[in-house]
């Protein structure tokens, strides 16, 4: 077999080495910040004498956070002094869909990461199943329900002063130990919709991502007046279907010609699948990128903002340690205002 019957067979197989050496970096460093996050929250609830400070990037589990901060940010009350890593995470996430498709779910998030190996392990054991079309789209539906009811709740129905109250409420102080809480002891409820989630992203492809995240869903809408998409060459193409198969999302490359679908996550998984050297492409309009820019320019973004940030202001929380130590031990019992 010669070198280009031998790449017809392989695909791209880089890209999905990159995919696993930048979307798995970045699950094990924020594995690393869950495992910090831990020590520190033993420490200020008073289960350990080891001080651990407290990484600033726990609270990128806290979108919900980072909307409410976005909507005072933009009303004129100033960047979040409680969570302000959160609102940077936030942004830069926007930001990277707005230029980068969803490169954030695609090569930062660590739950897309985990659901994609999950999805992985299911193709091996030949167990992914496609649901028919009419019912992936009410399913994809649901996401969008959801970010609508955050959007009214925050959004439109409350005004910046209720925020603001929120934002300074002993449950808003402590709720990325309530975050931790919910995973460490969580109800007989939760265990279960956990549990079903991940057995169930064995037989469907990225079933949180695709059908239940909210974040993603925000995240879509931003991606679709993206000017970088994925195109397939129609003429150079053989319908082998492979990038079907290998799309997390879902979707039908081979049924299009330029993939501008608010699921799409810029992972290049469908570059990676074709055998055809060309045939699936990333374009910004009618200019043809480096396959790797959209994993480089998330990067640049997700580090840049970080960097300016630490420059600004704009990372550590301005609470102290002490009152973390007076919240922590009570988080548990804290409730919605």
Same mark, same amino acid.
């Given at each position: 077999?010669?070198?280009?019957?031998?790449?017809?067979?392989?695909?791209?197989? *880089? /890209?999905?080495? $990159? !995919?696993? =050496?930048?979307? &798995? +970096?970045?699950?094990?460093? @924020?594995?690393?910040? #869950?495992?910090?996050?831990?020590?520190?929250?033993?420490?200020?609830?008073?289960?350990?004498?080891?001080?651990?400070?407290?990484?600033?990037?726990?609270?990128?589990?806290?979108?919900?956070? *980072? /909307?409410?901060? $976005? !909507?005072? =940010?933009?009303? &004129? +009350?100033?960047?979040?002094? @409680?969570?302000?890593? #959160?609102?940077?995470?936030?942004?830069?996430?926007?930001?990277?869909?707005?230029?980068?498709?969803?490169?954030?779910?695609?090569?930062?998030?660590?739950?897309?990461?985990?659901?994609?190996?999950?999805?992985?392990?299911?193709?091996? =054991?030949?167990?992914?199943?496609?649901?028919?079309?009419?019912?992936?789209?009410?399913?994809?539906?649901?996401?969008?329900?959801?970010?609508?009811?955050?959007?009214?709740?925050?959004?439109?129905?409350?005004?910046?002063?209720?925020?603001?109250?929120?934002?300074?409420?002993?449950?808003?102080?402590?709720?990325?130990?309530?975050?931790?809480?919910?995973?460490?002891?969580?109800?007989?409820?939760?265990?279960?919709?956990?549990?079903?989630?991940?057995?169930?992203?064995?037989?469907?492809?990225?079933?949180?991502?695709?059908?239940?995240?909210?974040?993603?869903?925000?995240?879509?809408?931003?991606?679709?007046?993206?000017?970088?998409?994925?195109?397939?060459?129609?003429?150079?193409?053989?319908?082998?279907?492979?990038?079907?198969?290998?799309?997390?999302?879902?979707?039908?490359?081979?049924?299009?010609?330029?993939?501008?679908?608010?699921?799409?996550?810029?992972?290049?998984?469908?570059?990676?699948?074709?055998?055809?050297?060309?045939?699936?492409?990333?374009?910004?309009?009618?200019?043809?990128?480096?396959?790797?820019?959209?994993?480089?320019?998330?990067?640049?973004?997700?580090?840049?903002?970080?960097?300016?940030?630490?420059?600004?202001?704009?990372?550590?929380?301005?609470?102290?340690?002490?009152?973390?130590?007076?919240?922590?031990?009570?988080?548990?019992?804290?409730?919605?205002?």
């Amino acid at each position: 077999m010669d070198n280009n019957e031998q790449k017809k067979q392989q695909g791209q197989p *880089g /890209l999905t080495r $990159l !995919k696993l =050496l930048i979307h &798995g +970096g970045y699950f094990f460093f @924020i594995s690393w910040v #869950g495992i910090r996050f831990f020590l520190f929250w033993l420490w200020a609830s008073g289960q350990s004498q080891s001080f651990v400070s407290r990484p600033a990037a726990v609270e990128g589990f806290l979108p919900i956070g *980072g /909307l409410v901060s $976005l !909507k005072i =940010l933009l009303t &004129g +009350g100033g960047w979040d002094r @409680i969570h302000p890593a #959160g609102l940077t995470i936030f942004i830069a996430a926007l930001g990277t869909s707005l230029i980068f498709r969803k490169g954030f779910c695609g090569w930062v998030c660590p739950v897309g990461f985990f659901s994609w190996l999950i999805q992985k392990t299911g193709e091996k =054991l030949g167990w992914i199943i496609t649901p028919p079309p009419m019912v992936n789209y009410i399913l994809m539906g649901l996401k969008y329900l959801i970010l609508a009811f955050f959007l009214y709740i925050i959004a439109w129905k409350m005004p910046r002063p209720a925020l603001e109250k929120f934002s300074r409420n002993p449950y808003n102080l402590a709720v990325d130990a309530r975050m931790l809480l919910f995973f460490l002891d969580p109800s007989a409820t939760a265990a279960v919709v956990m549990s079903t989630l991940v057995v169930g992203s064995i037989f469907v492809k990225n079933l949180w991502c695709r059908y239940l995240c909210p974040y993603g869903a925000i995240l879509g809408l931003f991606a679709m007046i993206s000017p970088a998409a994925v195109v397939r060459d129609e003429k150079k193409c053989i319908n082998c279907q492979r990038c079907d198969k290998a799309c997390p999302g879902g979707i039908r490359v081979s049924g299009k010609t330029r993939v501008n679908s608010p699921e799409c996550v810029g992972c290049l998984q469908c570059v990676a699948g074709c055998p055809v050297d060309g045939c699936i492409e990333t374009r910004l309009g009618g200019r043809s990128l480096s396959r790797y820019l959209i994993p480089a320019g998330v990067l640049t973004m997700m580090l840049g903002m970080w960097i300016w940030a630490l420059a600004n202001g704009h990372w550590h929380t301005e609470l102290t340690n002490e009152v973390f130590k007076n919240l922590y031990p009570l988080a548990g019992q804290l409730t919605h205002p």
